[in-house]
């Protein structure tokens, strides 16, 4: 037997014992899901708007031309 089995035993044996049969019901508050607007729109070509290097400098860089 678990832990966790012993000890709702036991729980549930004192709760006998006062007269008490009726389990607390845990009460959990509704979740709440905040949606947010997006204030910008996401761009799809981000390599654009990425400063590139120019061919020459890569060339030179990697040896090529």
């Not at 089995?5 to 899901?33: L, T």
């Not at 990425?50 to 060339?59: C, E, I, R």
């Amino acid at each position: 037997m678990t832990e966790t089995d012993e000890r709702m035993k036991k729980k549930r044996k004192i709760q006998e014992e006062s007269g008490s049969n009726a389990e607390p019901a845990q009460v959990f508050p509704p979740r709440v899901v905040c949606q947010f607007r997006q204030k910008t729109a996401i761009k799809n070509e981000v390599s654009q708007s990425k400063p590139g290097l120019s061919t020459d400098v890569l060339a030179s860089v990697f040896g090529g031309s």
